[in-house]
């Protein structure tokens, strides 16, 4: 099954997935979405890696600001296979320790920055699932080789929070930080603006605690 964006068959997974994410998932609280954009630029998501959410989470950003773009998601090729209609969504496999899979990967986004003015990519550079309190976030440079190829770029930096509050089912925080354009420095800049996005979240969940929903700032 190869990667590909089917706008029909994003929306009937959504109408699956929204229900599923409700039933499981307390509230989505999000801040930061950006009122623009540069046009004709590739928009890097770039997140911490927190849960097995977090790709669905960078969905809501995305479904927010430019639902109707194309959205890829790079993720690992063996998870991929765990479920392999994520690639009517244009999740994206790659195999870190293999080069061909980065090259093959590249090419496919290359191309369809071809096709579209402004597709968005999603990227976890962490590379694994680790707390969102951990610091440094130790983002891997292969970050730089995405930015690279797609540009012009535009970085939006984004911190994702799982807490379980004072219900059985946890409540995801995301905090989108501001839109930089891509330069030779992106993963330092990748890791600042995701990290100051990660500290107002835990600021604002160590103001307010099982309160923090009712001050969530707006979107």
């Not at 790709?55 to 090729?77: I, K």
């Not at 080069?99 to 369809?112: C, G, K």
């Not at 976890?124 to 891997?140: D, E, H, M, N």
């Not at 770029?153 to 409540?171: S, Y």
Request: proline share 9%; hydrophobic share 45%.
């Amino acid at each position: 099954m190869a990667t590909s964006w089917h706008p029909l068959a994003v929306r009937l997974l959504y109408l699956f997935l929204r229900p599923f994410m409700q039933r499981r998932l307390a509230g989505i609280y999000v801040r930061g979405l950006p009122t623009t954009l540069p046009a004709g630029h590739t928009v890097l998501l770039v997140a911490n890696h927190v849960s097995w959410w977090d790709g669905f989470l960078l969905r809501e950003v995305h479904q927010r600001c430019a639902g109707d773009r194309p959205l890829f998601t790079v993720m690992l090729e063996a998870q991929l296979r765990r479920f392999p209609f994520f690639r009517w969504m244009g999740a994206l496999g790659i195999t870190p320790s293999e080069p061909a899979s980065l090259r093959r990967a590249l090419r496919f986004l290359q191309a369809q920055r071809q096709e579209a003015d402004n597709p968005w990519v999603a990227f976890f550079p962490q590379g694994r699932i680790w707390p969102s309190w951990r610091r440094p976030l130790a983002f891997q440079p292969g970050l730089r080789l995405f930015a690279e190829a797609l540009k012009p770029a535009v970085l939006l930096p984004v911190g994702l929070h799982i807490e379980p509050l004072n219900e059985a089912r946890p409540a995801a925080f995301v905090s989108v930080g501001t839109p930089r354009l891509c330069g030779e420095n992106v993963v330092q800049m990748a890791e600042e603006g995701v990290t100051e996005a990660l500290d107002q979240i835990h600021d604002l969940l160590g103001t307010y605690g099982e309160d923090t929903p009712q001050h969530w700032p707006c979107a």
